[in-house]
């Protein structure tokens, strides 16, 4: 098929973090694109991807990143790149849930080296 349409709800998810869900609206070993929410004060880990490169593009909300110890705070509307190799995370320091798109290259399957601190 050279299209399909996507409807969020009816895809697959799973839980991650403190009861963070992420849908998978495309997912294939070569790219992925999940539709994401984080509960208010949720945070993930630190860690990195050997080979994905991310971009992140939040809908609602707004995300707090450490990116490689840098802080950055970013709003509705604007989005963010990450390299592979990049140690990163990202938190919602806020009272509001915050929804973002999280598009991966290729799909970050066993490619996560989480960072213990």
Known sequence: MKFEKIIP???PSYLWGNNCEARLLVSDQNLSVKLETMPPHT???PHYHEKARQFFFIE???ADFEID???LQV???EGIWIEA??????ENKNQDMLQL????????TNDRININL
């Open 75 to 77: 709003n509705k509307g």
């Open 69 to 71: 110890g840098i802080n």
């Open 101 to 108: 798109l999280v598009i991966s290259q290729p799909d970050t």
């Open 85 to 90: 190799g990049t140690v990163h995370f990202i």
């Open 9 to 11: 709800d009816s895809t």
């Open 43 to 45: 945070a993930e880990q």
């Open 60 to 62: 609602n909300g707004t």
